[in-house]
Each structure stands twice: as structure tokens, then as C-alpha cells.
T-cell receptor, first 116, second 116 residues
Framework: GAGVSQTPSNKVTEKGKYVELRCDPISGHTALYWYRQSLGQGPEFLIY????????DSGLPNDRFFAVRPEGSVSTLKIQRTERGDSAVYLCASSLQSISGANVLTFGAGSRLTVL | AQTVTQSQPEMSVQEAETVTLSCTYD???????LFWYKQPPSRQMILVIR??????QNATENRFSVNFQKAAKSFSLKISDSQLGDAAMYFCAYSAPGAGSYQLTFGKGTKLSVIP
């Protein structure tokens, strides 16, 4: 696609529920990133994919968070047993193969998750 | 760990005037990359300008320019001839070369208002 597409745009759920957030990167971009932006903060790194594999998941806060990218394109961020503290905007970005810090990331508009 | 500090939570500028947003960072690396991102209410992060630390020349992109002071670890953004469309959150970000270069470390942001 022309840009990074994220769905849903907004998601309201109840504490303890399971949610999935989807990211469709720019066609041809092999690198995909998830960031989390809490209210009043800058985005924080969660996970990075190069192709189908999670090259670095060190930013995932705990084992309730998991992300997949089975075919090297679309990625899904999965959150189990949601807590109110998970409320945030989840941003996805993609880029050409990450070989240096000069990569230009293209971000999506994010998915705003609200846990009641 | 690298940190990025934006000391101005909010700034305002008259339309057509010039404004400077401040950013300082902490790193032990000698080579790295610095970025300014703009986030309008649509939530999509948009790259404004990028600077490579080994380049002494300050980056410029049309009305946007930076003042990069490596010794002081300072990276300020100057917006000339401010326009109403410049109103947004602005985030300063850092990335290191090599392994981990895909991880952007963001500051907390500066909210810029443009007064007509």
C-alpha cells in the first residue's frame, strides 16, 4: 500500500480481555517496528521484525505482549489479559532493510487502545 | 542507556516568525543519528529532518534547520516562516549505529502552537 495501515484506529476493551492490533506495512519494506506511546510521552520501542522473525523483542513489557509477522508482511500485536496500564497508542512503522541508524521509518497513524 | 531530553513541554510562535525547539541527549557513542519527528493530531509521526553525528554541517530541509552541537550534545530545531500547518507535537529522537540501530529513543515532545 501507499502507507502504513493500522487497524483498528481505536479500540476500547475491558480489563482482562484479549486484543489484537494489526499493522500492514508499505509493500517491499522488510523491516517492521512496534512502538507504544503513553499519554504525554514519546514513543517507546517494543519489537522489531526483519522479515518474518522477531529480531529484537526486548521492548515488550512482559509476557502478556506478543507479536507475529508470519509471512513477512502484515504484523499483529497481541495483548492478553489487558490491564488499565496498557492504555496507549500503539504505533507501527516500516522501513527498507535495517542496516544502519539512518533508516527512515514510515509510521502509521496508530491504534489507540483504551482499557476500562 | 541513551536518553533524550526536551525541556520545553509547550512553545508558541506567531505565524511567519521563527521558533527554536530544544533537545539534548546523552550517549557514550561517537557516531549516531538524530531526528526530529512531527506528530499532528492525526497521530502519524512524520520525519522532519535527520542529522548524522559524523557530519559537522547542520542539516536543512526547506524552512527547517538544526543546530547540532556535538560536544554539548545539543540538537535544536529551527522553524523559519512558521505556518499554521506547523502546529503539532515535535519529538527529538536518537539512534545508535550498528546493532540496535533500529531502536529510536524519543524525548517527551514539545507541543508547538502557531498563532495566526
Amino acid at each position: 500500500g501507499a502507507g502504513v495501515s493500522q487497524t483498528p484506529s481505536n479500540k476500547v476493551t475491558e480489563k482482562g480481555k484479549y486484543v489484537e492490533l494489526r499493522c500492514d506495512p508499505i509493500s517491499g519494506h522488510t523491516a517492521l517496528y512496534w512502538y507504544r506511546q503513553s499519554l504525554g510521552q514519546g514513543p517507546e520501542f517494543l519489537i522489531y521484525f526483519q522479515g518474518t522473525g522477531a529480531a529484537d523483542d526486548s521492548g515488550l513489557p512482559n509476557d502478556r505482549f506478543f507479536a507475529v509477522r508470519p509471512e513477512g508482511s502484515v504484523s499483529t500485536l497481541k495483548i492478553q489479559r489487558t490491564e488499565r496500564g496498557d492504555s496507549a497508542v500503539y504505533l507501527c512503522a516500516s522501513s527498507l532493510q535495517s542496516i544502519s541508524g539512518a533508516n527512515v521509518l514510515t509510521f502509521g497513524a496508530g491504534s489507540r487502545l483504551t482499557v476500562l | 542507556a541513551q536518553t533524550v531530553t526536551q525541556s520545553q513541554p509547550e512553545m508558541s510562535v506567531q505565524e511567519a516568525e521563527t521558533v527554536t525547539l530544544s533537545c539534548t541527549y546523552d550517549t557514550s557513542e561517537s557516531d549516531y543519528y538524530l531526528f526530529w519527528y512531527k506528530q499532528p493530531p492525526s497521530r502519524q509521526m512524520i520525519l522532519v529532518i535527520r542529522q548524522e553525528a559524523y557530519k559537522q554541517q547542520n542539516a536543512t530541509e526547506n524552512r527547517f534547520s538544526v543546530n547540532f552541537q556535538k560536544a554539548a550534545k545539543s540538537f535544536s530545531l529551527k522553524i523559519s516562516d512558521s505556518q499554521l500547518g506547523d502546529a503539532a507535537m515535535y519529538f527529538c529522537a536518537y539512534s545508535a549505529p550498528g546493532a540496535g540501530s533500529y531502536q529510536l529513543t524519543f524525548g517527551k515532545g514539545t507541543k508547538l502552537s502557531v498563532i495566526p
